[in-house]
């Protein structure tokens, strides 16, 4: 199969249009804000929830619910991705996991008191199909693009996924904002939200066709012998011996570990944060995550051109050390004003961390190699084990402290050992400043 091919790296980027309205609408805005208001008792105004006969507070559940979706998704990416690389059925696990993650965010429709447990699971499995699929979908780029254009069309991807998530919000907000212009009665309050959830699982499964349609079921063909569950392990271990032998990747993947570590908790509990601890309005927290998109789409070909002229790592050590700086400001907030202007700047990076980090890595894979779902399912489970413990992380600090102002102190410290490993990364082509791409 011809590289580059045009047909080929859009329907490519048109998967992040498609599942990245799961990041906005259910990670990051409507989803906690209704879970919130949904686990707040309205008689006492409590926000201890039950779980399935387990009492705690509603925003460590949200924390732990998290963790526990992405330990599950870490569990099992090896041994999938090493079983779609041997049979050949790459496409095929992409789409199995695109469904259960969608039909998942269709099915959170149902969302109320009465179900809140029930949705809890609905949350984890939407989790789970969202960071199962993108395993594979990652794996596609090194196979599609040549290496000059990894960081250029990763960018795409992250920025395509920006705006098509924005396109939803705005229907979904306008819809809360303005029931009456949809029919809804204003004083059900609980129907825009749920809807949102609705056509956030059609808008991902919908698009997702294109995608489907045009990427090849597998670039390198294999007519697999013997049972693929088997073989999968053996094409683990083969890919696993292969990558102890790259010092340069273990480097990264340690380095990835802990600054994603600050980057995806700040992303998943950021809007829990400004409920709680500043108070914000619903509406407000929504325009301004709607800002954050918009500013990343800017980000991530910012951080694309960045790393064109200084090099990958010079530009994610930037990367980072802003991080850094984010986190320390977020300690002391106590505004609604400090909280947007913030916003403001982790959507300058935001975008660009997460597009650069995944062109990094497709450049330390070794060029000959075959195996790139497997590969993948290597950086998937480091970051999904770093989402693990950096959520845990936050809700048991919170927990105990009672507060989540001292659960930022440790995002610092995340990011901080980050920097450090990225530092030590040095000298390998991949990783030099790359020609500026016309």
């Given at each position: 199969?011809?590289?580059?091919?045009?047909?080929?790296?859009?329907?490519?980027?048109?998967?992040?249009?498609?599942?990245?309205?799961?990041?906005?609408?259910?990670?990051?805005?409507?989803?906690?804000?209704?879970?919130?208001?949904?686990?707040?008792?309205?008689?006492?105004?409590?926000?201890?929830?039950?779980?399935?006969?387990?009492?705690?507070?509603?925003?460590?559940?949200?924390?732990?619910?998290?963790?526990?979706?992405?330990?599950?998704?870490?569990?099992?990416?090896?041994?999938?991705?090493?079983?779609?690389?041997?049979?050949?059925?790459?496409?095929?696990?992409?789409?199995?996991?695109?469904?259960?993650?969608?039909?998942?965010?269709?099915?959170?429709?149902?969302?109320?008191?009465?179900?809140?447990?029930?949705?809890?699971?609905?949350?984890?499995?939407?989790?789970?199909?969202?960071?199962?699929?993108?395993?594979?979908?990652?794996?596609?780029?090194?196979?599609?693009?040549?290496?000059?254009?990894?960081?250029?069309?990763?960018?795409?991807?992250?920025?395509?996924?920006?705006?098509?998530?924005?396109?939803?919000?705005?229907?979904?907000?306008?819809?809360?904002?303005?029931?009456?212009?949809?029919?809804?009665?204003?004083?059900?309050?609980?129907?825009?939200?749920?809807?949102?959830?609705?056509?956030?699982?059609?808008?991902?499964?919908?698009?997702?066709?294109?995608?489907?349609?045009?990427?090849?079921?597998?670039?390198?063909?294999?007519?697999?012998?013997?049972?693929?569950?088997?073989?999968g392990f053996r094409e683990l271990r083969k890919v696993l011996d292969q990558v102890k032998g790259l010092p340069l990747l273990k480097r990264y993947l340690l380095a990835y570990f802990f600054f994603n570590m600050g980057v995806q908790t700040v992303m998943y509990v950021?809007?829990?944060?400004?409920?709680?601890?500043?108070?914000?309005?619903?509406?407000?927290?929504?325009?301004?995550?709607?800002?954050?998109?918009?500013?990343?789409?800017?980000?991530?070909?910012?951080?694309?051109?960045?790393?064109?002229?200084?090099?990958?790592?010079?530009?994610?050590?930037?990367?980072?050390?802003?991080?850094?700086?984010?986190?320390?400001?977020?300690?002391?907030?106590?505004?609604?004003?400090?909280?947007?202007?913030?916003?403001?700047?982790?959507?300058?990076?935001?975008?660009?961390?997460?597009?650069?980090?995944?062109?990094?890595?497709?450049?330390?894979?070794?060029?000959?190699?075959?195996?790139?779902?497997?590969?993948?399912?290597?950086?998937?489970?480091?970051?999904?084990?770093?989402?693990?413990?950096?959520?845990?992380?936050?809700?048991?600090?919170?927990?105990?402290?009672?507060?989540?102002?001292?659960?930022?102190?440790?995002?610092?410290?995340?990011?901080?050992?980050?920097?450090?490993?990225?530092?030590?990364?040095?000298?390998?082509?991949?990783?030099?400043?790359?020609?500026?791409?016309?």
């Amino acid at each position: 199969m011809q590289k580059n091919n045009p047909t080929i790296t859009r329907a490519w980027c048109f998967y992040d249009w498609a599942n990245s309205v799961y990041s906005l609408v259910i990670t990051s805005t409507i989803f906690p804000i209704y879970y919130s208001a949904v686990a707040k008792n309205p008689d006492t105004g409590s926000t201890m929830v039950d779980f399935f006969g387990f009492g705690m507070q509603s925003s460590v559940l949200f924390s732990y619910a998290v963790s526990a979706s992405f330990l599950i998704i870490a569990a099992l990416s090896p041994f999938l991705t090493a079983i779609a690389d041997y049979s050949g059925r790459k496409k095929l696990f992409m789409q199995l996991f695109c469904y259960l993650g969608s039909l998942s965010c269709a099915a959170l429709f149902f969302f109320t008191r009465d179900t809140f447990s029930v949705s809890v699971v609905l949350f984890m499995l939407a989790s789970i199909g969202f960071s199962g699929s993108i395993v594979f979908y990652n794996s596609y780029l090194p196979e599609i693009a040549t290496e000059d254009q990894y960081d250029r069309l990763s960018a795409r991807g992250f920025a395509m996924g920006y705006i098509g998530s924005v396109l939803l919000l705005i229907f979904n907000l306008a819809m809360i904002l303005q029931p009456g212009w949809f029919g809804i009665a204003a004083d059900n309050t609980s129907l825009p939200p749920r809807i949102a959830f609705l056509t956030t699982g059609f808008w991902w499964f919908g698009f997702a066709q294109y995608t489907f349609y045009h990427l090849p079921a597998n670039v390198y063909q294999r007519t697999p012998r013997g049972s693929w569950i088997l073989n999968g392990f053996r094409e683990l271990r083969k890919v696993l011996d292969q990558v102890k032998g790259l010092p340069l990747l273990k480097r990264y993947l340690l380095a990835y570990f802990f600054f994603n570590m600050g980057v995806q908790t700040v992303m998943y509990v950021a809007t829990i944060f400004g409920i709680e601890v500043l108070q914000l309005p619903d509406d407000a927290l929504i325009i301004t995550i709607l800002i954050i998109q918009l500013v990343a789409i800017a980000g991530a070909y910012g951080f694309a051109f960045m790393s064109s002229r200084y090099g990958n790592i010079r530009a994610l050590i930037v990367a980072v050390i802003i991080w850094i700086c984010i986190c320390a400001a977020a300690y002391f907030i106590t505004t609604a004003m400090e909280f947007y202007v913030l916003a403001a700047v982790v959507g300058s990076v935001m975008g660009g961390i997460q597009s650069l980090s995944r062109s990094t890595y497709t450049k330390l894979i070794p060029a000959t190699t075959k195996d790139h779902a497997s590969f993948f399912s290597f950086y998937d489970v480091t970051e999904k084990v770093s989402i693990v413990l950096g959520t845990l992380a936050y809700g048991a600090i919170a927990q105990v402290t009672g507060s989540m102002r001292y659960s930022i102190l440790a995002l610092i410290l995340f990011f901080a050992v980050g920097l450090i490993f990225l530092s030590l990364i040095k000298g390998k082509k991949s990783l030099e400043p790359q020609p500026a791409v016309n």
